[in-house]
């Protein structure tokens, strides 16, 4: 059974988009057991497939550090039918890359959305028109708000999209407020990387913002634009994949708090 991820997650599933690409072109395979199931396993809980239980592409037990996160990963191999589509199990596939990948480097991973920070979706604001501008301040105000008076990490905000040079201060409090543990860092890597901002990142995890804040937050300009001109199916079918991946992050970040 570890080859059926082989090829969608590879060395860095962390980033969706890819896994995307490479899951389009592996061919699924047939759905071999009757049964899913969870075991404790050494404190922690192991999913299991007709009582045997599941590895990853690196051969260690599929598992997580509590039991609901589990249960889920065995609800998502229970719903598969006919065939295994590795797509439609997306907090199986961020399970392997937190214990085949994250677990093993969490400081690397932690540094890359670290990075997200200096250039952060939050700071770049549009010019024009007013509307949008408005919308913009009225989702993305509060979590810069949050960062100056809880963690005196204060921003400089610019229209356009020239890039500009934080304060080195400001940029530590937040890498400061990055977690240790590599389930955590995992899911909040998806989510940085999913809404292309650390900061909406680092709020949902500490409970400033709620996660459908954040992801209304982090589709303002592409909402807005759908109003304008409408919907494109491409666009839209992107969207659906990222929030799959999206709400799984979330998941581990409430069943960790």
Same mark, same amino acid.
């Given at each position: 059974?570890?080859?059926?991820?082989?090829?969608?997650?590879?060395?860095?599933?962390?980033?969706?988009?890819?896994?995307?690409?490479?899951s389009s072109r592996t061919p699924l395979r047939n759905r071999f057991y009757k049964t899913t199931g969870v075991s404790e396993e050494a404190g922690s809980f192991a999913v299991t497939l007709d009582g045997k239980t599941v590895r990853t592409p690196g051969k260690r037990p599929l598992a997580a550090p509590v039991r609901s996160l589990a249960e889920a990963?065995?609800?998502?191999?229970?719903?598969?039918?006919?065939?295994?589509?590795?797509? @439609?199990?997306?907090l199986t596939r961020l399970a392997n890359s937190v214990i085949d990948g994250v677990a093993d480097d969490v400081p690397a991973v932690a540094d890359d959305i670290a990075k997200y920070v200096g250039s952060d979706l939050l700071f770049y604001r549009a010019s024009?028109?007013?509307?949008l501008i408005a919308r913009q301040g009225e989702h993305w105000d509060p979590v810069l708000r949050w960062a100056a008076e809880d963690r005196g990490a204060h921003f400089i905000l610019t229209e356009g999209i020239m890039h500009i040079q934080q304060p080195e201060a400001a940029i530590a409090a937040m890498q400061a407020r990055l977690p240790?543990?590599?389930?955590?860092?995992?899911?909040?890597h998806v989510v940085t990387?999913?809404?292309? @901002?650390?900061?909406?990142?680092?709020?949902?995890n500490e409970k400033a913002v709620t996660?459908?804040?954040?992801?209304?937050?982090?589709h303002v300009d592409e909402d807005w634009n759908a109003e304008k001109w409408g919907v494109d199916d491409e666009v839209a079918a992107r969207r659906v994949a990222r929030q799959r991946d999206f709400d799984a992050a979330v998941q581990v970040l409430k069943a960790l708090s």
């Open positions: 059974m570890r080859e059926l991820f082989d090829e969608v997650a590879g060395k860095s599933p962390l980033d969706p988009r890819e896994a995307s690409r490479k990963m065995a609800a998502e191999w229970d719903a598969q039918k006919e065939t295994i589509d590795p797509m @439609s199990m997306p024009f028109p007013d509307a240790e543990d590599a389930w955590r860092v995992a899911a909040l990387t999913v809404t292309g @901002s650390a900061l909406l990142a680092l709020a949902l996660d459908t804040h954040v992801w209304t937050a982090a």
